[in-house]
């Protein structure tokens, strides 16, 4: 698995995917990723909220779909799971990258709206730099460290705003900053791994890990509620976060990853924060407020500062230089 910290500063020089030298199905796959993992939330959103579904079991659910239709698909590709079985690597990215990652997303989406928690989301690929620049010792380079701030600007702008009854909630925001901390963590530790195992052989494994986690949580909490009385009722939500959300999204990212390379499946992700918070205002009715808007807006432009606009100015360099040749 790869970080996706070469977005920022030192990581422009990577090969990037190219849509003229490449074929289109990648890019395909990364922008229906981004946009499914958009419309989660409002599943999500539904799931736990309106449904009053509990998080844990919502999420020992989810992952065992689609961990069960992973291994599946493994097997029809010939893969062998226990041969690639690694007990450190795999319970600490069910625990880390699953677990604590997907609980804090499901409790914010609980406790706050999905637009709060998307804009927070937009924060991810910047996360995963400043950690990946302390755990590595690399420097962070001037263009780097001004993204990151400007992203942290807009996190505080979104986050006051629901402390002062603007925006969302003020617990939910908290708790979804821990996403993109977790998903960094996650990233940075899998980035020093060097594993054989093919991409969805270690989904499938990590997503059942995590499903026997999040069941065993789930038994040992009291009050639960019938699985018929709730469960069924949101089945929509269930079979698109874990079929769309998590099989096929999980499954493409990095299939996708690991053909167009870091850089370019960054750029992807951060067009997530977009179509979430357009399903949140079109799908759940929730209203984008002035102080929410202008959070958002900080984060894209630290977003551009820090990928997309020298990206697209590297990209757009070669050009350049192929057309003199």
């Not at 380079?141 to 990151?148: P, T």
């Not at 908290?174 to 940075?188: E, H, M, N, R």
């Not at 929410?292 to 990209?315: K, N, T």
């Amino acid at each position: 698995m790869q970080s996706m910290t070469g977005a920022l500063g030192r990581g422009l020089p990577e090969r990037l995917g190219r849509i003229s030298g490449a074929a289109l199905t990648p890019h395909l796959l990364l922008l229906l990723a981004v946009i499914f993992w958009g419309a989660n939330s409002v599943s999500v959103k539904d799931a736990v909220s309106v449904h009053g579904i509990d998080p844990v079991g919502f999420g020992a659910v989810r992952f065992l779909i689609a961990g069960v239709v992973l291994a599946v698909a493994a097997r029809a590709m010939g893969h062998r799971l226990l041969a690639y079985w690694d007990t450190r690597n795999v319970l600490f990215a069910a625990a880390i990258g699953v677990v604590a990652n997907q609980l804090m997303y499901t409790f914010a989406l609980k406790l706050t709206t999905a637009i709060d928690v998307n804009i927070v989301l937009g924060l991810n690929p910047l996360a995963s730099a400043g950690l990946a620049a302390i755990y590595f010792r690399r420097p962070i380079e001037r263009v780097a460290l001004v993204s990151l701030l400007l992203g942290f600007a807009g996190l505080v702008l979104v986050v006051v705003a629901s402390g002062a009854g603007l925006g969302g909630n003020l617990l939910g925001d908290l708790v979804a900053v821990g996403v993109p901390i977790s998903w960094a963590v996650y990233t940075v530790h899998m980035r020093t791994v060097r594993s054989n195992a093919p991409p969805v052989v270690q989904l499938a494994w990590t997503m059942l890990v995590s499903a026997l986690i999040l069941s065993v949580m789930a038994l040992s909490l009291p009050g639960r509620k019938p699985l018929a009385s709730v469960y069924i009722a949101a089945a929509p939500s269930f079979l698109y976060s874990a079929l769309i959300a998590s099989a096929f999204c999980y499954a493409a990212y990095f299939w996708a990853l690991n053909r167009l390379g870091v850089t370019a499946a960054v750029m992807y992700m951060y067009l997530q924060p977009v179509f979430g918070t357009g399903a949140a205002v079109v799908l759940l009715g929730e209203r984008l407020r002035s102080a929410q808007l202008l959070g958002a807006v900080v984060v894209v432009i630290a977003c551009y500062v820090g990928s997309i606009g020298p990206a697209a100015r590297y990209l757009w360099r070669r050009l350049l230089r192929r057309r003199a040749l």
